[in-house]
């Protein structure tokens, strides 16, 4: 594990497998550990992978001033990560809510990033709309499943913004391409791990400011990886072209039959695109 202290004194934790180059990974939730991450279907073959625990989550401190759970506060815990490993760039990685994180980041820091992987990502920062027949015309996509009809009424439930507690558990099947224990498992750990508290914080007013987001990623020279998985309801594909479109130079990958954990839903195909882009796309020099 590796420990650091970021620029308000919190005390910061990552966790670090793997060999080859490396990735810092932002995890999702928002404000949960990278835990859940694991070794990113075995991404760990040709990176060290560098999980970083948010504020409050995991192996790090809960900061004095729980405010700087904000997600654009957030952005310098991620600089003081990258003066710590004592890199000029880094590769950034971020998993959906963590996306959020990641493209703030690029946006104040764009002589700093490498390479930016964004997998099924959140579109908060940037503004952006996923509608709610966005949502459910992606979720037909899964009409033959034996699940479906439950979760499908929870989901228009949700859309319509008629949601109960039942309603929230009723769509979790929509979250991966094979639901049974192994999902179900994984969907409770990671409720676990999450700091609710921090997660209300990271998306408070001012966190955002998107038109200068987008203004920034429009000159953004890095390459950048958008991975969408075809079945996730969190990240549609449609909404994900868009989101593409704001960069220069962006390679959009949709994996089929994936949901919003695509490295649990295909490791192999997950693994051979990650590869393929950090190998094939140079970085500015």
Request: proline content about 7%; overall charge negative.
């Amino acid at each position: 594990m590796i420990t650091f202290t970021a620029h308000d004194g919190t005390r910061l934790a990552c966790h670090e497998s793997g060999d080859g180059p490396p990735l810092v990974c932002l995890p999702g939730g928002p404000m949960q550990s990278a835990a859940y991450l694991g070794d990113l279907g075995g991404l760990t073959a040709h990176h060290r992978l560098i999980g970083l625990d948010p504020r409050g989550t995991g192996e790090s401190a809960i900061p004095r001033d729980t405010s700087s759970y904000r997600c654009d506060r957030l952005v310098d815990d991620i600089e003081a990560l990258r003066e710590h490993l004592g890199l000029g760039r880094i590769d950034l990685l971020a998993h959906s809510g963590g996306a959020n994180l990641a493209v703030l980041y690029a946006a104040r820091h764009p002589d700093r990033v490498g390479r930016l992987l964004l997998i099924t990502p959140s579109v908060y920062a940037l503004g952006l709309e996923i509608t709610a027949e966005d949502r459910l015309g992606t979720a037909r996509l899964r009409r033959g499943e034996p699940w479906f009809a439950p979760a499908y009424a929870a989901l228009e439930a949700v859309t319509a913004g008629r949601a109960t507690a039942d309603s929230w558990s009723a769509v979790a099947p929509f979250w991966h391409a094979r639901w049974d224990e192994a999902a179900r498992a994984f969907d409770e750990a990671g409720e676990r791990a999450k700091n609710h508290e921090a997660a209300a914080v990271y998306t408070a007013e001012g966190a955002f400011a998107p038109a200068a987001t987008r203004e920034a990623l429009a000159t953004f020279a890095s390459p950048v990886l958008l991975l969408a998985g075809e079945w996730d309801l969190a990240a549609p594909p449609p909404v994900m072209r868009e989101f593409a479109e704001l960069f220069p130079e962006t390679d959009l990958i949709v994996q089929p039959g994936a949901g919003h954990f695509p490295w649990r839903d295909d490791a192999a195909r997950f693994v051979a695109t990650v590869k393929a882009f950090t190998d094939g796309a140079a970085g500015p020099a």
